[in-house]
């Protein structure tokens, strides 16, 4: 079994990784030689693409299925909107027929319910922000080019190693903006890891998964633990 994974970022790597593993064949887009240089430590052949590069996109490899991880840098110079939306359209361009399943990583924000109820699958999507109204587009985009089966993974927050949910502000004592009654969803990226995993080998072709830890803590309570392990003040919001 052959899988590319498109944006070898914080949570592709790591999916790489547990393909390789199970013994998989993985291979990993890169936008320069220098982190091209970095996939193969994590078991993925790298490939030089850039999903704004329609030219680069044609030497995508032949692969049995996709997992579909870019974001978004800021450093870029370029919009979340082109990246998300007319990278996307790039790629579905340029699919290999091959091609089985692509498991997209989507995002929580797509909901936007802040009002502390419980949300699933079904749960109507109705972003507040802008990014999560962009996510929702590539969603949809991507269930209407009947190019190949989708299957969609909204993650909540991420984190784990090198990323912790505002971090570096809360040592520097910076108020933190927001509500401190409202809840934060998270998944720690290897339990985020392993259900993309589970989603390219067995998740069912034109299904929503919500992927959290299915802990949602305070807002409040969260920081307060937070000041605690890096011995930073307590929060103020």
């Given at each position: ?18 393909l ?30 850039d999903?704004l ?21 800021r450093?870029?110079g ?26 997209y990583?989507s995002?929580?924000g ?13 749960a ?13 587009e ?39 903006p ?21 989603a390219?080998?067995?998740g ?10 299915d802990r ?22």
């Amino acid at each position: 079994m052959t899988t590319l994974i498109l944006g070898c970022g914080y949570l592709g790597r790591r999916v790489g990784r547990l393909l390789h593993r199970r013994g998989d064949r993985v291979l990993g887009t890169a936008r320069s030689p220098a982190r091209a240089a970095e996939l193969p430590a994590w078991g993925i052949e790298p490939v030089l693409a850039d999903v704004l590069d329609p030219a680069s996109l044609d030497r995508l490899p032949e692969a049995d299925r996709i997992f579909y991880s870019v974001g978004f840098d800021r450093s870029a110079g370029v919009s979340m909107r082109h990246v998300y939306l007319d990278g996307l359209r790039c790629v579905l361009d340029h699919l290999h027929p091959g091609v089985h399943r692509l498991v997209y990583a989507s995002s929580t924000g797509v909901y936007g319910q802040d009002d502390g109820g419980w949300v699933d699958e079904e749960a109507p999507t109705e972003p507040r922000h802008e990014s999560g109204r962009v996510v929702l587009e590539a969603e949809r985009l991507l269930r209407a080019s009947a190019r190949v089966p989708v299957i969609l993974l909204r993650f909540a927050g991420l984190y784990g190693p090198g990323r912790i949910v505002r971090r570096a502000a809360v040592a520097a004592g910076e108020p933190i903006p927001g509500d401190p009654r409202r809840f934060l969803n998270l998944i720690h990226i290897e339990d985020a890891a392993s259900a993309a995993v589970a989603a390219l080998e067995r998740g069912e072709p034109e299904q929503v998964y919500n992927i959290s830890d299915d802990r949602p803590v305070e807002r409040g309570e969260y920081y307060e633990r937070l000041t605690e392990l890096i011995g930073a003040p307590p929060p103020r919001f």
